[in-house]
């Protein structure tokens, strides 16, 4: 039913199983042939966990009653024959919505109820929380219970004025806020802060994630949402309906919440079907359609290619009914060829690079190291074969000059490696929790316990600039350290002529990325004069709370990352050490027999040969594996070619 987007999710889920697969089979050559710490079999294993569990998040935003929820029952959920998530004139979805499939547990609707936000717990800390979450099993074999758990996403409740505005929903100041009066003294909240669904969709299964939204009111009063949750999605849809044009809150969602993300984003006009007059030619009607494509273009600032025309609406009901003619019409079909054809294979690429990035430099080590082997049992072949004790004795000699000078570059390595490892320490203490504590106290303390308005700006201002000066110096540190490597790798090159090893790279920039976007977001939170009134004293602390866990995150995410680098930059260089070291004394041991007995020639050539045949058939193994690794990440490597020595040999 789903045309491109089900085939372009499935694609996508078989690619990643077939990276599982390759990965797998690298880390069981490695237990089988290879001697290796079992911290990085570990690390291959985590790689395949983290593979399994990626998932490709798909964010709609946009104004409330703009369709967002009928575009995702249109999209994802019209097998139901029916309107599965609800959607109504209105604002009706009142909280945030993640939908998704875990297969580690039931189908469930988990509610966070509102009060949560007396609490000072982000909602990411939350979701570790099951017990703070209202539960309900979902029977999805039966539609009307599942339409009437549905429900719950769009449930209110009525409450007094002090304890909206406690919770930092309600300000009588606030003109944008009278849609919620219900009486003198009583206004109508959100039941829920947030909602997450585990639901064995395809699609979900397949790795897709989608967040609905409710509109702009209710988004800003959870800056989590635009901190975190939308600038972390992997692409997100911007609606807007043709009844309504682009209005004032919805250009200020798309400055503030779309336009500026890296992320991939589109803008999408809703509800075509209301300029389908029957008094009108299809031609007319199709020109008016372009104009308003036109005008909202221009509005927001994007080409006109941009922006997807649609019937959300007469989509849904097309596909209830197999109606072929409306579903061309509702233009959804263009939607989902975008999405298979540009989101998934973005999200697709993110999956390939920490693949390549993990496995690319250890597999060509080990491949190359089972050239050598092979090489190496060649040559000892040879000098069997030649007979000449002359020979011999000059290859032993040869040998063991080789050796020695082998064992000089390791003792300097070894010093080299003492003082990358010292810096590595003292880079990872300033990224250390106990530093962030800190950093953050040192900020708490300038709010001064008063919790005013400006205390917090105060605080979250010193917090930022904190965080970057301290960011600025791990890059610093990060750079002095390459520079100690590339030259370590350089000499190894010059001296032993190994083919030359790209030390791994470690790129911050990412982070940096995110630490800037924070920055931004802080910069435009404090210099809003909405924020400074006293009134909005608790969306300034909720704001800064978001902001600390948001930094936190950065930072621990940074500290793993240089971890990770740490450890890996040595890596392929000292597996190269080990691996020739045990080569000379595998050659000088064949040389020695050979020189001692030259009589047993014939049955050392047969041994020779018979562990020849062995690594070939190791060889061979992981030549599959390197071969679909390059098929499948598009990374080519080095053609190596020793299959032709044991043909020509046996
Ligand atoms: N005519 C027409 N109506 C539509 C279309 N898409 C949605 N609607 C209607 O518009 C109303 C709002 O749609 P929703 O899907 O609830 O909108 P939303 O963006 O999710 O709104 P909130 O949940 O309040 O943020 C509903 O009555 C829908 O049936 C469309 O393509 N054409
Ligand atoms: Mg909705």
Known sequence: MNYGLESGISRFRNRRDRLVKVVTAYKEWLERYAEVEPEQLLRLYDLTENLKKDRLLLAFVAEFSR????????????????????????RTTMCPTEIFYDPEAEPYIRLLPIETRFRDDSINTLKRMPVEWN???????????????????AETKIVFKVE??????????????????????????????????????????????????????AM???????????????ALLFLLATDTGVTQSDFEIWNKMVAKHTSQHYAVLNKIDMLWDDLKSPEEIARTIQRQIESTAAQ?????????????QKALVAKIRGDQELLKRSGIQALEVMLAREIIPSREKIMRESVVKELGPRLNETREAAHKRLAAARQSLQALTGKNQQIVLQMRDKVMADKQKYEETTRNFNVTRKVVSQQGWE??????????????????????????????????????????????????????????????????????????????????????????????STQEFCADPMNIMLEKRFMV????????????????????????????????????????KAQLEHRL???????????????????????????????????????????LTGVAMRSLDAGQTVAATA
């Open 164 to 217: 909206a505005r406690a919770l930092g929903l309600w300000d009588e100041n606030d003109p944008n806020l009278a849609y919620m009066v219900k009486d003198q003294d009583r206004v109508e909240i959100p039941a829920w802060r947030y909602a997450m669904i585990n639901y064995p969709h395809p699609l979900l299964e397949s790795g897709l994630a989608i967040l609905d939204t409710p509109g702009l009111n």
């Open 427 to 520: 880079l990872l203490a300033h990224l250390d929790e106990e530093r962030m504590d800190k950093i953050i106290e040192e900020s708490m303390m300038a709010i001064n316990d008063s919790w005013t308005t400006a205390g917090l700006i105060r605080g979250m201002q010193l917090l930022i600039r904190r965080m970057s000066a301290e960011f600025d110096h791990a890059l610093q540190q990060s750079a002095a350290i390459k520079q100690l490597l590339n030259a370590a790798y350089q000499r190894f090159h010059d001296e032993h002529g190994l083919e030359s090893v790209d030390p791994p790279v470690l790129d911050l920039t990412r982070y940096r990325g995110r630490l800037d976007e924070l920055v931004i």
């Open 67 to 90: 369709g967002k929820t009928e575009l995702i029952n249109a999209l994802f959920f019209s097998d139901f024959k029916q309107r599965l998530l609800p959607s109504d004139a209105g």
């Open 300 to 312: 927001l600032g994007i080409p006109t290619g941009a922006v997807l025309a649609i019937s959300a």
């Open 589 to 631: 041991e064949n040389i020695s027999k050979v020189h001692a007995n030259l009589s047993s020639i014939q049955e050392r050539t047969q041994a020779v040969h018979r562990e020849m045949v062995q690594i070939k058939a190791q060889l061979d193994e992981i030549e599959a594996i390197v071969k679909e690794f390059s098929l």
């Open 541 to 580: 602390k909720k704001f800064y709370i978001g902001l600390v866990t948001q930094a936190r995150i950065v930072f621990q995410q940074v500290r793993m990352e240089t971890e990770t680098w740490l450890r890996l930059t040595l890596d392929p260089i000292v597996a190269r050490i080990q691996e020739h």
């Open 135 to 153: 539960t309900l099993k979902l029977d999805v074999a039966d539609p009307n219970a599942m339409v009437s758990a549905m429900r719950k996403l």
């Open 220 to 234: 800003g009063a959870e800056p989590e949402l635009t901190l975190s949750a939308i600038p972390n999605a992997h």
